[in-house]
């Protein structure tokens, strides 16, 4: 999250634009190839936003780079226009709408339905091009004609010619491009998106619109592939039909995962190694069109075995010579701060978010005739519930008994057969969890649901914005560290979990005691007034569940707490008051002591054994 | 051009079409069903099959040998595939299998493009297949007739191998709930090497089946490969049933909107899936647990 040199990706990309002309020369390539590989890099930018970043894998981003270009180059070849950038600008939007219309149907289903979907529609376009579009596209012959851009500013022009005169147009057009991208995935938004790769439930049940922001990442690149299209049109001055076949969206995924994904740079590199294999290999070699097949076989080793493409490759290779990069020298000085504080005071929890209306005395949480019914089995059945504000309630009972449902339920993970919820006296039944979690009610879980290719303060960050920004926000641009309230809080959290040693460590590294902390920070981070905590001591050691308790007990100080645990003596100990479940029912409430004397209690937990 | 002739003999083209998307598609959905993995390179398969029927045709003139010799060559090469490369996979994300069966697909294509060149090759009919038959109300192709037969048989072979042998059980168990069966103590991997075989076969097979209607090029996968999407997000991923509806809706929709104008063939079939999307997102048949 934090970039101590900002700008520094920025000025070694102009750089590496600036030089490439004199470089580029001397390795064989031509400025025709270095200026398609430009084109490419751009399309690839928004690909690896989509992809890399938001997990979302489309084979039909041809769809949106043939819209562009199309759009573009019948404006300059039939229309009259003679501006290219307000040509290409019209191009993009169109592309970018298109993008929303076929966003909104393909991410109805996730995954491979996603992929097969894209494909599908992006097939589509290329008929719609092909035939009953051909009178405005020129069908199978394209549109030629397309004119080079000229530039008239301050009395100087400049007319864009072949060669590296338009690589000068189009590195400025990458430039732009890249340092926009660089924004976005800085952004909160972006933040969210790399988030929803790794774990797109947990996002949504923090509070954020996963199917929106999936939607702007579809858009994105989208908008991408329509300034690219336009670009080609231009370069080429001909805007050819084969930018919408099937074949575009293959070449333009492979280059991606040969250069790399999630980097942003990944596209432009692997273009580099398309186009340099293919002269190569066609020319050099003499291959001719078996270097597509060599290429083949090239990518499937490298799905296989390289599976971070040439970037990641390089990355694996700076750590085997020794190289660490920034986060890990971080996280290793601030290692040595000292033993962990076990037991130690921690911060005060910060307040649990105000509430919106004041007035509100009610109970807290109120389910009444709550019924879960998996066919034929009954999960849940007529459940009573009511909780106080302020209370720190316990929920015991055998395994079986209906526990897990009954959260996922409170928590709008999953809809009630019958019965109602209400949080704040209001009805919050079939809500959703994304908006359970708005109004200030979430869980932490069972089995820990974290961001795992994310460092701790990122996992914090993603969890603390919901709060921070509502459930979805367009501020592509923000800098999160301008966003007020967010570093303290996740800060602040760190502090309370007793992670701030390992705020910069990749989640997935982390010891299984620190997960489970974490899982109970990314609840905490979202400031719920009613938190649920559905088993927080399991699978944990003697030692570091006396210390989850006194974590529980003073993060209940100021808010509404619910914990599930197998864990008596714990719960026992904690809780005000307990509800014990049984076979989807209530079978008794009261204070641990009442509890612990009911003869049913005992009957349910030993089965009569100890009867008399 | 709008006549009730045509469209009755348009009718029994968009019947060989579904027919033999239906063989196709109901491939790619037990391989997905089972094994959790979209398989890009099935239109390859699909291509492979119509190639190494031509060689066995070449070799032998038998059309029956071509046959056989095509799709057993496909189950060997899913087989060996699988082995391979595929298994390496299972516990990888789905987009990761997705791309090494896209790489595989292209290999497969390019190869073929190596060893028999870019022009279309034929495969004749069969002697019995030639010519014309007399339906009564219009004259039809026998082969094509034919082609529905014989894809009606491999569709009634593949039902009874999925719903009345131990193997099909347990694969049928398998789209239900992999988790499940694994724990059964069932050697999944050696059930997913043979799921793959037959669902590369059931492709393969289609392929040297068509060869006598089309002409054999590299890049014939292509197309079928998208088709065969369509008839699964249609029919609902992971079913049978829905496999054999949805090829055979999305046969007479190409080719029923083929003679009215041949452009909007796809538009039709994309829009057909949208609207499917729109109501009922899993499709016809869809199992409720997959997503």
């Keep these: 999250m934090r970039h101590p040199r900002p700008m520094l990706v920025e000025a070694l990309t102009a750089l590496g634009l600036i030089l490439a002309p004199y470089v580029l020369p001397y390795l064989g390539f031509s400025p025709n190839t270095v200026n398609q590989i430009l084109i490419w890099g751009l399309f690839g930018i928004g690909f690896d936003i989509l992809f890399g970043y938001t997990g979302l894998l489309s084979f039909g981003q041809s769809a949106f780079y043939g819209t562009g270009g199309f759009i573009a180059a019948y404006l300059l070849t039939r229309s009259g226009m003679t501006s290219v950038p307000l040509a290409l600008l019209i191009g993009t939007i169109g592309a970018t709408l298109v993008g929303l219309l076929i966003g909104i149907i393909a991410l109805r289903r996730t995954g491979i339905y996603f992929a097969m979907i894209t494909v599908a529609i992006a097939e589509m376009f290329f008929f719609i091009e092909n035939s009953p579009m051909s009178e405005w596209t020129g069908g199978e012959n394209g549109l030629p004609g397309v004119p080079s851009p000229a530039f008239e500013l301050f009395g100087l022009s400049w007319k864009v010619g072949t060669g590296w005169s338009m690589y000068g147009f189009l590195a400025a057009c990458y430039f732009v491009g890249i340092v926009v991208a660089l924004r976005i995935v800085r952004s909160p938004v972006g933040a969210i998106l790399s988030a929803i790769r790794d774990n797109p439930l947990r996002v949504a049940a923090l509070g954020h619109s996963v199917a929106l922001y999936k939607l702007t990442a579809f858009v994105i690149a989208s908008a991408y592939a329509g300034f690219a299209g336009g670009l080609l049109g231009v370069l080429q001055g001909f805007m050819p039909p084969d930018a919408f076949t099937f074949e575009t969206s293959g070449q333009l995924v492979m280059q991606t995962v040969i250069g790399g994904v999630g980097t942003l740079f990944g596209p432009l590199l692997g273009a580099a190694v398309w186009l340099f294999l293919s002269d190569f290999l066609q020319q050099t070699m003499g291959l001719g069109a078996t270097w597509k097949l060599v290429l083949g076989v090239v990518f499937v080793l490298l799905v296989v075995f390289l599976r971070h493409g040439l970037i990641g490759g390089f990355k694996d290779l700076l750590h085997l010579v020794g190289y660490k990069d920034l986060a890990e020298i971080e996280a290793e000085q601030a290692e040595p701060e000292g033993p962990r504080r076990v037991g130690a005071a921690k911060a005060t929890p910060m307040p649990a978010r105000h509430r919106k209306r004041d007035d509100f005395t009610g109970p807290i949480l109120q389910a009444s005739g709550l019924t879960k019914r998996y066919g034929g089995l009954l999960a849940n059945s007529d459940i009573e519930f009511t909780v106080k504000p302020g209370e720190l309630r316990g929920i015991i009972g055998p395994n079986g008994a209906g526990k897990s449902t009954f959260f996922k339920m409170l928590t709008c993970e999953v809809p009630p057969t019958s019965g109602t919820i209400t949080f704040e006296g209001q009805d919050i039944t079939g809500k959703g969890v994304t908006d359970a979690c708005q109004l200030g009610l979430t869980k932490s879980y069972q089995v820990n649901q974290l961001f795992s290719r994310l460092t701790v303060r990122q996992n914090l960050t993603i969890a603390a914005l919901a709060d921070l920004r509502g459930k979805f926000r367009l501020d592509l641009f923000r800098i999160p560290d301008s966003i007020p309230g967010l570093h303290e809080r996740v800060d602040h959290t760190l502090d309370l979990v007793d992670l701030t040693a390992r705020a910069d460590t990749i989640v997935s590294a982390l010891a299984y005691g620190e997960k489970r902390r974490l899982e109970i920070g990314l609840a905490l981070a979202t400031s719920p007034r009613l938190l649920l905590l559905d088993e927080p001591l399991a699978g944990m050691s003697p030692r570091e569940r006396v210390e989850t308790v006194s974590l529980l007990k003073s993060i209940s100080r100021g808010r509404t707490m619910i914990v599930i645990d197998h864990d008596m003596d714990a719960l026992f100990e904690l809780a005000e008051w307990i509800t014990v479940l049984q076979e989807g029912r209530v079978l008794a409430e009261g204070t641990p002591d009442e509890i612990k004397g009911n003869v049913r209690v005992r009957e349910a937990y030993l089965g009569g054994v100890l009867d008399g | ?291």
Excluded at chain 2, 22 to 44: D, E, K
Excluded at chain 2, 49 to 56: D, S
Aim: charged share 10%.
């Design chain 2, 1 to 291: 051009m709008f006549t009730w002739g045509n469209l009755v003999s348009q009718m029994f083209n968009g019947l060989v079409l579904g027919a033999l998307l239906a063989l196709i598609s109901s491939g790619l959905t037990i391989i997905y069903g089972t094994l959790g993995v979209l398989n890009l390179a099935h239109g390859a398969m699909f291509m492979v099959g119509g190639y190494a029927g031509y060689l066995v045709f070449e070799g032998t003139g038998s059309f029956p040998l071509a046959i056989l010799g095509g799709a057993l060559f496909v189950m060997i090469l899913g087989v060996a595939i699988e082995r391979l490369i595929i298994r390496h996979f299972y516990d990888r994300p789905p987009e990761d299998q997705m791309l090494v069966t896209f790489g595989l697909a292209i290999c497969l294509v390019e190869l073929v493009r190596f060893l028999f060149g870019s022009l279309s090759k034929s495969v004749p009919p069969p002697a019995w297949g030639q010519g014309v038959t007399q339906l009564g109300f219009m004259l039809y192709p026998t082969y094509r007739l034919a082609v529905v037969g014989i894809v009606a048989l491999a569709l009634g072979a593949l039902y009874v191998v999925l719903y009345r042998t131990r193997l099909g059980m347990i694969v049928r168990a398998g789209i239900e709930d992999a988790v499940m069966v694994d724990s059964l103590g069932i050697n999944v991997f050696r059930i997913f090497m043979v799921v793959f075989g037959i669902g590369a076969m059931a492709a393969g097979f289609a392929g040297i089946v068509n060869a006598p209607v089309v002409s054999l090029s590299p890049d014939m996968g292509e197309a079928i490969l998208v088709q065969t999407f369509v008839v699964v997000v249609i029919g609902g991923v992971g079913s049978f049933p829905g496999a054999i509806l949805g090829g055979l809706i999305a046969g007479q929709i190409l080719s029923i909107t083929s003679m009215i104008n041949p452009g909007y063939s796809y538009v039709m079939l994309f829009a057909a899936m949208t609207l499917v999307l729109l109501v009922r997102p899993r499709g016809l048949f869809g199992p409720r647990s997959r997503d």
